[in-house]
């Protein structure tokens, strides 16, 4: 799987290991840059969840890994719980998925996104760096997610939030931009 730098095979193998077969293949993905390594991230994925039992013997960067895969899920609720564990966590290779969030149409997802990146403002912070220099390395991929980002607030939000930079995924697309100025 090319959604993960190649030195986590190992653990990226554990945990796709722990998916549930389905009978669909996985939505074409995008491309990203984390760090020099081109990625492959999956659209959406159709693959059940493995249950708790399944995780007992899994260690944390493949749990890690795990999650990720699962912020692409075609199940809104399975996606938003994986975001929750994802959001925190220091890892380069975790941002993609991240930010590929705030494109969705489930606001809730892109709240606990937007609560996430609490840090995103604040200037100096690992957070701002991380998230940052990947919105500077990704400026076709941000922009496809702003684009993802208007149209659903266009479609489902417009009544709650007339002016779009009220937008929750507005406000969290500026401060990315904003962040990847320290990288122009």
Known sequence: MKAFPSELGA????????????RYAPVDGFDVSVWGHRLRIPYRIYEDPPTPGMLDDLGEVARVVLDCLLTRHHSGHVRQRHAERVISVDADWVVPFAVTLVGEYVIEIVDVVRAGLAEL???GTRQ?????????????FMTLTRQRAVSYW????????PEFNHY????????????????V
Request: hydrophobic fraction near 40%; aromatic fraction near 14%.
């Open 11 to 22: 653990e990226v193998e554990q945990a796709v290991r722990l998916l549930m077969p389905s």
């Open 121 to 123: 403002d604040i200037p």
């Open 128 to 140: 701002r760096q991380r998230y940052g220099r990947f919105a500077a390395d990704n400026l076709d």
């Open 154 to 161: 266009s479609c489902y939000y417009r009544w709650r939030f």
């Open 168 to 183: 929750p995924g507005a406000q969290v697309l500026a401060s990315l931009s904003s962040a990847a100025t320290d990288y």
